[in-house]
């Protein structure tokens, strides 16, 4: 009974379950959907995303230094402070999203 005991608090048993349960945990997780680099090359207005945001219609939203930017899966369309747009925002610098934003803009 010991013995068995002794066993199962056996460190190199434990961390075997362990890195199993870790391994399994994440191995079923990059199962779905791929993972992509989104940045400037693909259109981004900056690299520094402050905030993100998923819409009802599936847009990704993200604030970053310069600007808002929205997302449909292909392309990127970005807000900007700029004085020959008739809707601009009030500041290119984006430090956080809140839902009521992002009906006025579409």
């Given at each position: 009974?010991?013995s068995r005991i002794n066993?199962?608090?056996?460190?190199?048993?434990?961390?075997?379950?362990?890195?199993?349960?870790?391994?399994?945990?994440?191995?079923?997780?990059?199962?779905?959907?791929?993972?992509?680099?989104?940045?400037?090359?693909?259109?981004?207005?900056?690299?520094?995303?402050?905030?993100?945001?998923?819409?009802?219609?599936?847009?990704?939203?993200?604030?970053?230094?310069?600007?808002?930017?929205?997302?449909?899966?292909?392309?990127?369309?970005?807000?900007?402070?700029?004085?020959?747009?008739?809707?601009?925002?009030?500041?290119?610098?984006?430090?956080?999203?809140?839902?009521?934003?992002?009906?006025?803009?579409?």
């Open positions: 009974m010991h066993n199962i608090l056996n460190p190199k048993i434990y961390f075997s379950f362990l890195f199993l349960f870790v391994y399994l945990n994440v191995f079923d997780f990059t199962a779905g959907q791929p993972v992509r680099y989104l940045g400037i090359e693909n259109g981004l207005s900056n690299n520094a995303v402050t905030s993100l945001y998923q819409d009802q219609y599936s847009f990704m939203w993200m604030g970053t230094y310069d600007g808002l930017n929205r997302y449909d899966s292909d392309e990127f369309k970005v807000y900007r402070n700029e004085w020959n747009n008739n809707k601009p925002l009030p500041y290119n610098y984006i430090s956080a999203l809140n839902i009521i934003f992002c009906p006025l803009i579409l």
